[in-house]
């Protein structure tokens, strides 16, 4: 029974029309379609809870969809489940490597379990060790490995098969900004060799980075599918913040700002006004149509938008996911961290 | 980096069952794991080392006299009685083991995997068959210290050891099943306990069966496998034959298999 597919008719690497998922009363995907082309990062950006683990386990086999097909290079989920597992490698949220086991038993093991012989499985061990740099820490416990090891030994062992199509749940969350270059590079090395890459991130900025396509989802369902060109022009590269120093004044400032830069502001705090802006030049219009109207700053920064920005544009509603969202960049105003989690 | 070019999924030979052959190598992997993991934390073996120890000397010194009038008479009906005991012990510890097991981020990585769903699973109790045999050795041990010759010799206890640890892996379906089942490694290890106490007591193993009432009797003589089991092995040591009881235990054991093996596999497959 061994299926070889005809090469022309799935360039998809993935294809799925109206996934669900539903947990209890909780629906965690509520109707997600996703094409992503063979060759290709998509990245799939969403606050905490927005679905983007449960996603990824539908496609990866690991969970059932409720409803909806998905097809894997045109293998179906449900069917061919044992086929789609030969063409995928899962790098999970949280890292599935075996705390009791060192970085060379661990790779090892997975490699004979995908049919390696014995000394096929070491040389391969040893290439993907070193290929991550883990050569002097391959036999070290690891409860010894840093978080960034980890992350870099889950992915070296879901490349063991060299699968053409590679899920990165949050690839990037908790490392340092050099080590997350490094990760950056290693996915763009891996569709140069021809992989196909699914990855999840809370950072506009590294799906903006990678990814050829762009899909944001919130609770459950998709918000924009788009390029990250596109998706930026719809969002604007940069964001206005300020806050007026006469609360009164607000409302004034939120149509001056409004009618010059075509976008819709926010007000929270009764003086504290945010904006998209397709550029920072803008800046100074806006300040001068201010101060004609007489309007006093209390305070003016100009910063890449955040993810909850790009969700206001979006769906012209602040709030997101479940309200624990992690912002995408901390270089806001930290006078509301106290009241963060309650 | 490596430079290696993928392979398209479209010029892949690719298929959707997984071969006897594989699965056989899948379950050796796991069960090497099992043991490398095991090894490097030799406290994982206490229980099988310590608790044949305890066990044969408590039980002869405590009811030796009561039951067969000496020490001596008792040790060819309490030997094969803690063999079977500390081997199905060992088995029931299969159970928490497994729930442990189930629980850790590699489990979803596995079943991500294009390997045999079953090997998971066979991995590990296969490699609890080096548990038993550790059990079953120093059961031997110390019944040998404190005078028990078996008349049939050396081969007959080995027989004996590999049959018994063979029962229990049988068996350790049947607690793989309830760790599938449960939620947590406390509710797994306290429902493995709740079989495995009345199956290894509820038997011929410790006294003789003539005198419990009658439903525990009909139970320990005609019911329960584990009964069969160290009624075999007792004629084994002691005359180095196959007695039906041999035959009941093992076919008991097998039916164990054909049930448990399906129930726990589809279980352990499942996705939510
Ligand atoms: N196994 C489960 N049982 C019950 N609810 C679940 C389960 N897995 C996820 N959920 C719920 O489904 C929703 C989506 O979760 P999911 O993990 O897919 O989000 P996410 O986008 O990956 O979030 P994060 O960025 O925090 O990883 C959440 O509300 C979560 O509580
Ligand atoms: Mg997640």
């Known amino acids: ?342 | 980096m490596t430079n290696t070019l993928i392979i398209p999924a479209s010029e892949r030979r690719l298929n959707n069952y997984v071969s006897m052959e594989f699965t056989f190598k899948n379950t050796l992997t796991f069960a090497y794991r099992s043991l490398v993991k095991g090894f490097k934390n030799p406290e994982s073996f206490a229980d099988v080392v310590i608790m044949p120890v305890m066990f044969t000397l408590m039980f002869t010194y405590l009811f030796g006299g009561a039951i067969s009038g000496d020490v001596t008479a008792y040790l060819p009906i309490i030997v094969p009685g803690i063999l079977m005991q500390t081997c199905v012990t060992g088995s029931s510890n299969a159970a928490s083991q497994l729930r442990e097991d189930m629980d850790k981020n590699t489990t979803s990585r596995f079943k991500s995997m294009p390997i045999a769903r079953i090997a998971p699973l066979a991995g590990i109790l296969t490699a609890d068959l080096v548990r038993y045999a550790i059990a079953g050795v120093i059961t031997f041990a110390v019944g040998a210290l404190i005078g028990y010759r078996p008349p049939a010799g050396l081969f007959a206890v080995l027989a004996c050891i590999l049959f018994m640890s063979l029962i229990a892996w049988c068996l350790s379906w049947l607690f793989a099943f309830i760790a599938m089942k449960v939620k947590s490694v406390a509710a797994a290890s306290s429902g493995a306990m709740l079989i495995m106490f009345p199956m290894a007591f509820l038997s011929n193993a410790f006294a003789p069966t003539e005198t419990m009432p009658s439903a525990i009797r009909f139970f320990a003589e005609h019911i329960n496998p584990l009964s069969k089991a160290v009624s075999a092995t007792r004629e084994i040591l002691a005359y180095g034959t196959l007695s039906s009881d041999f035959y009941f235990a093992l076919l008991g054991s097998l039916a164990i298999l054909a049930v448990f093996i399906p129930l726990t596999v589809r279980a352990y497959g499942k996705r939510r």
């Not at chain 1, 409720?66 to 069917?79: L, M, Q, R």
């Not at chain 1, 819709?264 to 001068?288: C, F, G, H, R, Y």
């Open chain 1, 1 to 342: 029974m061994t299926i070889t597919t005809n090469s022309t008719d799935c360039v998809l690497a993935v294809e799925a029309h109206g996934l669900v998922k539903q947990f209890g009363a909780n629906r965690a995907v509520d109707g997600v379609d996703l094409e992503i082309k063979t060759g290709t990062i998509c990245g799939v950006l969403g606050p905490n809870g927005a679905g983007k683990t449960t996603v990824i386990n539908m496609l990866a086999t690991l969970l059932k969809p409720d409803a909806g097909v998905a097809k894997i290079f045109g293998h179906d989920i449900e069917s061919e489940t044992q086929i789609v597992r030969q063409l995928i490698g899962l790098t999970g949220q949280f890292a599935s490597i075996d705390e009791e086991l060192s970085a060379t038993e661990n790779l090892r093991m997975f490699a004979r379990l995908l049919g390696f012989s014995h000394k096929d499985a070491k040389v391969k061990a040893d290439e993907l060790l070193d290929e991550f740099g883990l050569t002097e820490a391959a036999n070290r416990p690891l409860s010894k490995f840093s978080g960034g090891m980890r992350r870099r030994l889950d992915l070296a062992a879901s490349l063991i098969s060299q699968p053409p199509l590679i899920f990165l749940d949050e690839p990037t969350t908790g490392l340092d900004p050099r080590t997350r270059a490094k990760m950056w590079q290693t996915v763009r090395n891996l569709v140069q060799n021809g992989s196909t890459v699914l990855l999840t991130t809370q950072l506009l900025d590294e799906a903006d980075q990678l990814a050829d396509d762009i899909v944001v989802i919130d609770k459950g369902r998709v918000v924009a599918n788009n390029t990250p060109d596109g998706l930026k022009k719809s969002i604007g590269t940069a964001s206005l913040q300020l806050t007026v120093k006469n609360p009164d004044d607000a409302e004034l400032a939120r149509a001056i700002i409004g009618n010059l830069l075509q976008v819709n502001v926010q007000i929270a705090k009764t003086s504290e006004l945010s904006a998209p802006m397709d550029s920072a030049d803008k800046l100074t219009n806006v300040l001068d149509a201010l101060k004609d109207s007489g309007i006093q700053l209390y305070e003016v920064n100009v910063t890449k938008p955040t993810l909850d920005e790009v969700f206001f544009a979006l769906t012209g509603s602040g709030s997101v996911g479940d309200n624990d969202n992690e912002l995408a960049y901390s270089g806001r105003s930290n006078s509301d961290s106290k009241g963060l989690w309650r």
